[in-house]
């Protein structure tokens, strides 16, 4: 499968956790609910656009790496905060989904960053080859 692909399918996948776990969090009484959430419909709309439309640009890499970085955090903070795993929350209902959306989160997210790392140094391989070539031919021509 192609590396772009892949990395389509594991930042959308980010996403969908991602949106889980926030919906969870204002279920839970952690994240207010109301206006407050039209910055995450913004942010995960700017993601979608980058992951689906930008996804061979490095606009579009820079944006998912970024996000992603961003998404493999929630995690840490739930297993490390005074809220989330560390409360009350593995003995209340729907416990398995939220720590399950956890983990599901951290692991699609860390690997999109992975992913949007090769892609961007790709990128630079690319362009680097591609002056290079360039150069080639220069040389070539003027001899």
């Given amino acids: 499968m ?6 389509v399918i594991s930042s959308l996948l980010a996403m969908l956790f991602g949106t889980f776990h926030i919906t969870d969090d204002i279920i839970r009484g952690f994240a207010p609910g109301g206006l407050s959430n039209v910055s995450v419909v913004l942010v995960v709309t700017i993601w979608l656009y980058a992951t689906l439309l930008l996804a061979e640009r490095r606009s579009g890499y820079v944006i998912i ?28 209902s729907g416990s398995f989904f ?20 090769r892609g961007l140094w790709s990128l ?3 362009r680097r080859a591609a002056v290079v070539g360039s150069e080639v031919q220069g040389v070539n021509a003027s001899h």
Avoid: C, D, E, N
């Avoid at 192609?2 to 990395?7: C, D, F, G, P």
């Avoid at 399950?100 to 999109?112: I, M, Q, R």
């Fill in 124 to 126: 630079q391989r690319r």
């Fill in 98 to 117: 939220f720590v399950w959306t956890l983990f599901a989160l951290g692991v699609t997210a860390a690997f999109s960053v992975v992913l949007s790392v």
């Fill in 65 to 92: 790496l970024v996000m992603s970085l961003l998404s493999s955090l929630i995690p840490v903070v739930h297993m490390t905060g005074k809220r989330g795993i560390t409360s009350g929350i593995p003995l209340s």
């Fill in 2 to 7: 192609k590396q772009t692909a892949v990395l």
